[in-house]
């Protein structure tokens, strides 16, 4: 879910200004500044766009709207919506949950992001958050676990957590780092569904972790 809406920008794009209605849509990383790729968007995809919170274009060869990361799951979770001067350009500030390239690049241009980026593995918990664990828990499956940990609410997940964390300190004193990881992916899934639980985002936990370090 996104919490964009159409008066968040501050001008509206005028798709009038193209022949079929598409205008194109520079993607920038919100962390490093680096250019990801070029898309175009028609009014529908800016639409849909705003209301997920993930980059949606519209294909030309497709010819329809396209969800960037809609098979490679490296989808472009929106942080902000700009439109240039002539408004005939938007540029979106954007964290790409992996490489952004077809070829396994991260930009499309053959750019390296660099270390300190959210990009890569890191930014997958992103997306466990926003795409897996939140549809799980808006679209219930009864052969879901993660649908089941929001069914028995708060106390059970925050429960869960705890008796992950447990687990986390007792194989940090052994030597099995193969098992030692396996608990720490435990107990980061639980707290990814324990703050979907409490409509918390990754990225404001986030927020509050750079604040600590400006």
């Known amino acids: 879910m996104s919490d964009f809406k159409t008066e968040d920008i501050i001008d509206t794009p005028d798709f009038s200004k193209s022949a079929d209605g598409l205008i194109p849509a520079i993607i920038q990383d919100d962390h490093s500044g680096k250019v990801l790729m070029l898309g175009y968007m028609n009014a529908e995809a800016l639409t849909k766009t705003q209301e997920e919170g993930t980059?949606?274009?519209y294909s030309r060869s497709k010819q329809r709207l396209w969800?960037?990361?809609e098979t490679s799951n490296n989808f472009l979770f929106v942080k902000d919506i700009?439109?240039?001067c002539d408004k005939d350009t938007i540029l979106i500030k954007a964290t790409p949950a992996g490489p952004t390239c077809h070829t396994g690049d991260d930009t499309c241009f053959g750019e390296k992001i660099g270390q300190d980026s959210r990009i890569g593995e890191a930014a997958f918990l992103n997306y466990l958050q926003k795409q897996v664990i939140r549809e799980r828990k808006?679209?219930?499956?009864?052969s879901s676990y993660t649908s089941s940990l929001f069914k028995s609410g708060i106390n059970k997940i925050a429960q869960k957590v705890g008796e992950e964390a447990i687990e986390v300190v007792i194989e940090a004193k052994d030597n099995d780092d193969d098992l030692f990881k396996n608990e720490v992916s435990d107990m980061l899934f639980h707290l990814l569904v324990l703050l979907e639980q409490k409509n918390i985002d990754l990225d404001d936990v986030i927020?509050?972790?750079r604040s600590r370090h400006s």
Do not use: R
Not at 138 to 142: A, D, G, M, R, T
């Open 55 to 57: 980059v949606t274009f």
């Open 67 to 69: 969800t960037k990361g």
């Open 82 to 84: 700009l439109v240039d």
């Open 138 to 142: 808006l679209n219930p499956s009864e």
């Open 207 to 209: 927020s509050v972790l």
